[in-house]
């Protein structure tokens, strides 16, 4: 007689009757091995869903995991054999990228998803003063990890804290006193942003 090769993971008996006797035969499933595709995956920084599809033998069961607190699981967690896993991806609310990833069937899928575009704005965009010296305050809105710079040519404005900075922040000056009967406008960039400053004489 002759056995075929089991193509699952399962083991299996089979009967055959010789001479009115029973002869029976055990063999063994075939040992299970997993290959998961795709095995990477990119994203941009917007939120989405991916699948991943697993191959293997009959029987053979498998367990998906992550351990990332933007990629969630939406599926079972659990399969035997063929199938498939969804997930999730948040959306990122930072400009740096990040990667995590997928444990399944002891197979990791790679996740990676970039940063959001950079975009400030500033507040307040202007402000009028007397002919006496003063101070002032402009707050930077902005995503974690996006870096930011002052520019200041005029000299009777002095940025006094933080002329650069990364994620939101804020900006401190002082107004220098008015030197004559002329009223006078200055325009200081913080993070690409126009801040402009009237003064009286």
């Known amino acids: 007689y002759t056995v075929f090769s089991n193509g699952t993971a399962l083991a299996r008996s089979g009967v055959m009757m010789i001479a009115g006797r029973s002869f029976t035969v055990n063999q063994d499933g075939a040992a299970c091995s997993f290959v998961i595709a795709p095995a990477s995956r990119s994203y941009s920084f917007v939120a989405t869903n991916g699948s991943v599809n697993v191959t293997s033998l009959v029987g053979c069961a498998w367990t998906a995991l992550t351990t990332n607190t933007w990629i969630t699981i939406t599926s079972s967690s659990n399969g035997s054999g063929n199938g498939s896993v969804s997930y999730t991806?948040?959306?990122?609310?930072?400009?740096?990228?990040?990667?995590?990833?997928?444990?399944?069937?002891?197979?990791?899928?790679?996740?990676?998803?970039?940063?959001?575009?950079?975009?400030?704005?500033?507040?307040?965009?202007?402000r009028s003063y007397g002919a006496g010296a003063t101070n002032g305050t402009v707050t930077v809105t902005t995503l974690d990890g996006c870096p930011w710079g002052t520019v200041n040519t005029n000299n009777w404005i002095t940025l006094t804290t933080n002329t650069n900075g990364n994620g939101a922040g804020t900006v401190d000056f002082s107004v220098a006193d008015s030197p004559t009967a002329f009223a006078r406008t200055g325009v200081v960039m913080i993070a690409n942003q126009p801040f402009t400053v009237s003064q009286a004489g």
């Open 89 to 126: 991806v948040a959306s990122n609310a930072t400009s740096v990228s990040r990667t995590g990833g997928l444990t399944i069937a002891g197979q990791d899928l790679m996740v990676t998803q970039s940063g959001a575009p950079c975009t400030f704005s500033i507040s307040p965009t202007n």
